[in-house]
């Protein structure tokens, strides 16, 4: 069986996430409001926000006022993502989610730099990767056969 080479998989993401238009996953940046059984590891805490943006800060080299005004935004996204939470399961809960992830995006892309705004795009591409490899794992075990 021939392994697939990180290449590969970048390039089939870049065309991926613009045909989708990255309509689920997270900002982590928000993809922290996007949490649940198949996602990267449920309910966004406090401490997974803190995590994410520690990664974010060192990646983009966010200064001390961006990092503040990022973690608000975060912390705003992950009160309207509980209340959304709180919805019946429906096409208008599932919208909001998308609505709210497209908006703390554009939220935080806002207080970037375009140097930062690419790396930016980079981490997630990079998370995307690593939770479909994860996806695969899970699925198709872990042995090479």
């Known amino acids: 069986m021939q392994l697939i080479n990180k290449q590969t998989i970048i390039a089939a993401l870049v065309g991926g996430v613009s045909a989708l238009a990255l309509t689920v996953g997270g900002v982590a940046l928000a993809h922290g409001t996007a949490g ?3 996602g990267k590891g449920g309910p ?7 995590e994410h943006l520690a990664e974010m800060s060192e990646r983009l080299d966010l200064s001390p006022e961006q990092e503040e005004q990022v973690r608000t935004i975060m912390e705003q996204a992950r009160t309207q993502a509980e209340e959304i939470k709180e919805m019946p399961r429906s096409k208008e809960k599932f919208t909001a989610m998308k609505d709210l992830h497209f908006a703390t995006e554009d939220q935080i892309y806002a207080n970037l730099s375009c140097e930062q705004r690419e790396e930016l795009r980079l981490l997630k591409r ?3 990767v690593e939770r479909m ?3 695969f794992e899970r699925h198709h075990g872990s042995d090479d056969h």
């Open 44 to 50: 966004w805490t406090g401490e997974k926000m803190e």
């Open 133 to 135: 490899q994860q996806r």
């Open 126 to 128: 990079e998370h995307k």
């Open 36 to 38: 649940g059984p198949y």
